[in-house]
């Protein structure tokens, strides 16, 4: 539908940078305030996740084998036009997620003193570098490599407290998680469909994703008042930010879907739903997903970023209206998502859930 065309490494460190809605951004935070987070609430199970880094049992992972780069160029020119803007934007938009965690894990160790929050954000910065760089190597084989360095410097940042950071990282980590999962899930049962060799990846990757997330999850569950009264408001703000980003997200990558064999409706139902049940481990309320007006008002996202878009491209001051237009749709509808009764359920005694999707 709109997926970038990107034929040089300009065009590439071009999309990397730009800001847009529903383009990954960049964060900062106020680091003194991180510096006093304390999880001594959780000691025992927040030592023993510390642990698990520490043994860092994908070390070995992200490194190609030898049939890696053969594979590619034996299935690139298999590819449509369409299926190779979408599947390649997708690589660039995946990247700058993983090295967006980078930058932010990476400042955050930095500035803080605090030991459980810089050994924390040491070992995430380290696994989201290494996902950074494995995505990047594959953008490297079309001559379309991000120089992290120069994307570092230029991209902008957005300033989240870090109660916000922990709401939104959290879901983007146990939502990165189902994603992949579900993809390699489906990939697993028609090898035939796996039109590149990095989803064989994803399976060992979305674990470190889900770690991740764990450890938000501790963080959270360790300071009850993140969760509770007017937070829960934030709480339902963020869910319904980050399904609604990805709903509309995924219905501009066709030609990508139907590669997978995945309905981008089905498929965003199914992240949604693995999501919603992950998140009961610290969320006192999820979206209720099998509402009616849910994925009406999602589809209708879709339409309105569909105008929005339209609008763009047209220019001059039908152009205008068009955009003008769908965005006032788009904020109605998501005004109504977000009012739409939500699931309530109590938190669970053991915080920390095993990845097993
Ligand atoms: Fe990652
Ligand atoms: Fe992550």
């Known amino acids: 539908m709109n997926a970038p065309t990107l034929v040089t490494a300009a065009d590439a460190n071009e999309e990397a940078r730009a800001d847009a809605l529903l383009k990954p951004r960049f964060y900062t935070t106020d680091f003194a305030a991180m510096d006093r987070l304390d999880v001594s609430a959780l000691r025992a199970q927040w030592d023993a996740m510390l642990e698990e880094y520490e043994g860092d049992n994908n070390h070995d992972h992200f490194r190609r084998d030898e049939g890696f780069a053969e594979e590619v160029a034996a299935l690139a020119p298999t590819w449509s036009p369409e299926l190779r803007a979408e599947f390649l934007a997708f690589l660039v938009s995946s990247l700058t997620s993983e090295f967006s965690g980078c930058v932010l894990y990476n400042e955050i160790a930095k500035r803080v003193d605090n030991p459980d929050v810089k050994r924390l954000m040491r070992y995430m910065a380290r696994d989201e570098s290494r996902h950074a760089g494995f ?3 594959s953008l490297k084989d079309f001559g379309l ?4 360095g120069e994307l570092k410097r230029n991209k902008a940042l957005t300033f ?3 109660k916000y950071i922990f709401y939104a990282t959290y879901l983007s980590e146990k939502i990165g998680y189902a994603r992949y999962i579900t993809i390699f899930r489906a990939l697993e049962r028609h090898p035939e469909r796996c039109f590149h060799p990095i989803f064989k990846w994803f399976e060992r990757w979305c674990n470190d994703e889900f770690r991740h997330g764990e450890s938000f999850a501790l ?3 360790a300071n009850p008042h993140l969760l509770e009264g007017g937070n829960r408001w934030w709480i339902r703000f963020f869910l319904l930010a980050v399904y609604a980003t990805m709903y509309v997200r995924d219905h501009q990558r066709p030609a990508l879907n139907a590669a997978f064999g995945l309905d981008p409706t089905d498929y965003d139902r199914r992240v949604f739903a693995i999501t919603n049940e992950i998140s009961k481990q610290v969320f ?5 997903i099998d509402h009616p007006a849910f994925l009406a008002g999602m589809d209708r996202l879709v339409a309105a970023a569909a105008r929005i878009e339209a609008g763009r491209a047209r220019g001059g001051p039908l152009g205008w209206w068009q955009q003008a237009r ?3 749709s788009a904020g109605g509808t998501l005004l109504r998502l977000y009012l739409l009764p939500v699931r ?3 938190l669970p ?3 920390r859930v095993a990845p097993a999707w």
């Open 145 to 148: 490599g991000v120089d992290l």
């Open 160 to 162: 989240f407290k870090p």
């Open 284 to 288: 006192p309320i999820s979206l209720d």
């Open 349 to 351: 005694e053991a915080v």
């Open 135 to 137: 995505l990047n190597q």
């Open 326 to 328: 769908g965005a006032l």
């Open 219 to 221: 963080i959270l569950r």
């Open 344 to 346: 309530r359920h109590d």
